[in-house]
């Protein structure tokens, strides 16, 4: 707390605490931060500088889900949460790359149970490669490091 002087008739000055806050040096650290990050906030939002073309074009459709197509450790194949028989695949890959708006198909997230045979995903990823479903993704989980 500051102390300032204080005199009365006839007497010294003497020191008493003042009731006053001095904000002059709090304002000067806000402008100090304010000015480094007003330089700052623009280098860290801009990559390579480039001049973009204006388009007419609309925005792209990035809401759209993926479909996840699931092999259990019995072989079962579903799609979604329903279970698909395996000469109906085909059927039903096809049904789903002719409703895709856009080329190569939805996104596809393959997953599988690592017990399941490596032919059987692969006889999978044929249907979906043959049907023109071609933005495959293999799901996993995060291992241990220890081979």
């Known amino acids: 707390m500051a102390?300032?002087?204080i005199a009365g008739p006839g007497r010294r000055a003497r020191r008493t605490a003042m009731a006053e806050i001095n904000v002059t040096p709090l304002v000067d650290v806000m402008l100090v931060l304010l000015i480094?990050?007003?330089v700052t906030a623009p280098l860290l939002v801009t990559g390579v500088p480039v001049d973009l073309p204006e388009s007419k074009a609309g925005a792209l459709d990035q809401e759209q889900e993926p479909v996840q197509i699931?092999?259990?450790a019995q072989g079962s194949i579903f799609i979604g949460e329903e279970q698909v028989d395996p000469n109906q695949l085909a059927t039903r890959l096809g049904?789903?790359?002719q409703s895709a708006t856009e080329e190569?198909?939805?996104?596809?997230f393959l997953r599988a149970d690592s017990t399941l045979d490596y032919?059987?995903?692969m006889q999978v990823m044929g249907e979906l490669n043959q049907v023109g479903l071609?933005?495959?993704a293999l799901v996993s989980t995060q291992g241990s490091d220890t081979p």
């Open 134 to 136: 071609r933005k495959v």
């Open 104 to 108: 190569g198909g939805p996104r596809i």
């Open 70 to 72: 699931t092999l259990d």
């Open 36 to 38: 480094i990050f007003m």
């Open 95 to 97: 049904r789903i790359a």
């Open 119 to 121: 032919g059987r995903v």
């Open 3 to 5: 102390m300032g002087p």
